[in-house]
Every structure is written in C-alpha cells, then in structure tokens.
C-alpha cells in the first residue's frame, strides 16, 4: 500500500499550488480521500475531505472557497488545488485514505511554504 503526495514547494502570498497523492495496493475507490496539514508545532488539522463516490466534500473553514478537492479513479489520484495562498497554509500536507470499515492509510507528506 502506498500513498505518495507530489506538488508541494514554495509559492508567494496569494498564489497558487495543485497537490497530488497518487495511491496504489488497495482499492482507492472505496475509500474517503483526505487532506490533513500539520504546521510547526501544531497539532495535524483536517484541511479537506471527498467520500469515496466523489459527491460529497467538507472542507475546514480556514479554507473554504480557497482550496478545491477532486479524485480522478481512474488515476488512483486524489488532488487539492489551493489558490490565494497564505502565508498561514504553510505546512506539510498530508494525504490519508480511510475504508468505511475503518482501515487507514497515510502518506509521507510534502512541504508546502507561503512566503514572499
């Protein structure tokens, strides 16, 4: 099983960045998809999540209407597009997949930096 996130890097205020976690081993459609972050000591915050059949999203409010989650099964690939970036959206991303049956699985996680 593996979930390996892409996309993170630096990017100035106001800009924009579209991570990817590509995942392979288990059957990434019947899993909810989630974005998790976890800035410098802080504890890991739920930045966004899709269901399994793609029809329904959350997203925390520090986000919303910034950031936009999508799943491509076809690809294996969940994204999160984040636009009007913040110096506060610093953090590392991670990327989790979750079974109704409650079996998770997490990535390594890439660095995402805001900064001018």
């Known amino acids: 099983v593996q979930l390996v996130e892409s996309g993170g890097g630096l990017v100035q205020p106001g800009g924009s960045l579209r991570l990817s976690c590509a995942a392979s081993g288990f059957a990434f459609s019947s899993y909810d998809m989630r974005w998790y972050r976890q800035a410098p000591g802080k504890e890991r915050e739920l930045v966004a999540t899709?269901?399994?059949?793609?029809?329904?999203?959350t997203y925390a409010d520090s986000v919303k209407g910034r950031f936009t989650i999508s799943r491509d099964n076809a690809k294996n690939t969940v994204y999160l597009q984040m636009d009007s970036l913040k110096p506060e959206d610093t953090a590392v991303y991670y990327c989790?997949?979750?079974?109704?049956?409650?079996?998770?699985?997490w990535g390594q996680g890439t660095q995402v930096t805001v900064s001018s």
């Open positions: 899709l269901s399994s059949a793609g029809g329904s999203t």
């Open positions: 989790n997949a979750e079974s109704q049956w409650g079996r998770v699985y």
